[in-house]
């Protein structure tokens, strides 16, 4: 009998397999995504299957590389290029393959019509026990299909919020003169591949039970920790210096998602309402508005041909029960918002940004509507300056 395969070692030949055919944007990004590949051998060990997101700005910047060693080394890999959405539902086992789709945007983007079985799969599969309902019209019932699997995806762009969010993301980018990788052959450099792919799963397979009990000390937080978790307790497994490395990259690559706009459009607008704001109290809606719209190139100009309207402003601030009321400002009464209306939802979505100054803000009861002051002064009504606006 073999004797077991170090971990350490074989995450560090894995390692060195993906930066001998591939460059990679650092070094946190390469250890991330050896950790995924090794994760895909021990799924069914898992609460969360992360998913994989190698998207880049244009053509040739090695996705679909990254993609043919990422095929070549993880746990039984199942393309799902031109596959239908009945034979890929019906792939997915307790132990199921690892999805692979290159070409993301004719599941994604404006090709993807007819995809939805697809996308919803894509979705749901991120978390165990989400199965998706099936009438059969043979046996008079209602089945249940499993879709909970590990799937690495490539693009051009960026995937759906719900996508990302569930991802480990891996900008990939053109190599620069004097950046050089060994070209990949499938015929010569494939099977060696696989034999590790091979001693990665004898590694993991002989202790499933181990791992789906592991509860490791985790650098992020919620749905971030979902998708991480399997990535560090395969390293925590591994040993040597994988376990600080797999840390140090779930904390760069998190921060690095958030830096490039990894949250909802939403949570955004609530972040800029509070620069909006400034030191103000209240504000009238079209001078919110103004300020939001202040930046020509910014991202609330791009809602419709006007940029972000009233009703769309409205709208989307409802979701946290915020609404805009009659206030009396000191050149008349109109439509405005409360500073202390966002108060709760600024702590709770935005706290990155520091508390709230208890000083700006208008005390009131939860649960009841703050009270309307009956003149607000002519620096609450948005004629102030506000720091970083025009």
Known sequence: MSPSPNGADLLDR??????RYVILPSAETADAVTLWIAATHAQPAWAHAPRLVIRGPEKRC????????????CHEPFITVNATSAAVYRSITDDPPTMLVDEADTIFGPKADGNEDLRGLLNAGHQRNRPAKRYDVNTNSVQSIPTFAMAALAGIGAMPDTIEDRAVVVRMRRRAPGESA??????????????????????????LATLEQAEPAMPVEDRAADTWEPLVIVADHAGGTWPE?????????TAEADDNGHTSARVRLLAACRTAFGPDTALPTAVLLDRLRADPEGEWNEHGPAGLTAMKLGTMLREYDIRSANIRFSN???KGYQRA???????RYCPSLGPVPEGDVVPFERGSRPSRPSLVTPAQSGTASVPGTA
């Open 62 to 73: 090695g996705k679909s590389r990254l993609l043919d060693i990422v095929e070549a080394t």
């Open 245 to 253: 490395r797999a840390r140090a990259a779930a904390v760069s690559l």
């Open 332 to 334: 008349g009464q109109a």
């Open 341 to 347: 209306d966002f108060a709760d939802a600024w702590a």
């Open 14 to 19: 894995l390692r060195a397999s993906l930066t």
């Open 182 to 207: 060994a070209p990949y052959r499938h015929r010569r450099d494939r099977l060696p591949l696989r034999r590790l792919a091979a001693m990665l799963e004898q590694w993991l397979r002989a202790d």
